[in-house]
């Protein structure tokens, strides 16, 4: 079974300063990465994916994470976060399943963000 | 806005009923993902269906049930609710064998009184 780990429950940092959550999965086989936020009150966000290729990948509202396989590691970065980044981040993990297509996401258990003006 | 639709935003009801929740996937996309986003468990995947067929099922209790139907929309049924049940049901989907990531609804948010 797959599992997923988000080493900071709770992250605060001041506007202007570099972010970085850690996340770590177990699964033996071939896995997709993602992380997703969800704003107060909204629902989950796409922010990026990795599923092959580059490892370095890039999302949207400038975040980027690098997947490292030898360390089972999917981090988020960020180089200069804002007010509006406050929220709370998900790392989730699938993984393909026979007749196409993947299966349910496995999510951690999230990593609360308050960002300080 | 992901183009994902859920009904309804708030469900309020007791101890011992029934209740459906419905979602209508984004345009073109065949998969549709039921998640249970609760304070002590967190987000977990409960069932997929792929084109109107069961594809994968997470922890799911035996008193929920889903399907899919032709027009591709979905209904979560939940029986016999227990307190425990309260939670945020969202609803995802996603254009299979694509890799897209999944797109989620605004949520259900099912109290049990």
């Known amino acids: 079974a797959q599992s997923v780990s988000q080493h900071n429950h709770h992250v605060i940092l001041s506007e202007a300063a570099s972010l970085e959550l850690g996340c770590n999965y177990s699964y033996g086989g071939t896995v997709n990465l993602f992380w997703y936020v969800q704003y107060p009150g909204q629902h989950l966000q796409l922010l990026l994916k990795y599923f092959s290729g580059d490892p370095l990948v890039k999302g949207i509202k400038g975040f980027e994470a690098e997947f490292i396989k030898s360390k089972f590691s999917f981090n988020l970065r960020k180089p200069s976060v804002q007010w509006s980044d406050t929220a709370e981040y998900f790392c989730a993990v699938n993984s393909l399943i026979s007749g196409g297509g993947a299966d349910g996401l496995t999510f951690g258990k999230g990593t609360h963000l308050i960002i300080q003006p | 806005d992901s183009g994902v639709t859920q009904t309804p935003k708030h469900l309020i009801t007791a101890t011992g009923q029934r209740v459906t929740l419905r979602c209508s996937p984004r345009s073109g996309d065949l998969s549709v993902y039921w998640y249970q986003q609760s304070l002590d468990q967190g987000l977990q995947f409960l069932i997929q269906y792929y084109n109107g067929e069961e594809r994968a099922k997470g922890n799911i209790l035996e008193r929920f049930s889903a399907q899919q139907f032709p027009d591709l929309h979905s209904e979560l049924n939940l029986s016999s609710l227990e307190l425990g049940d309260s939670a945020l049901y969202f609803c995802?989907?996603?254009?299979?064998?694509?890799?897209?990531?999944?797109?989620f609804g605004p949520g259900t948010r099912l109290t049990v009184l």
């Open positions: 995802a989907s996603s254009v299979e064998g694509t890799g897209g990531g999944q797109f």
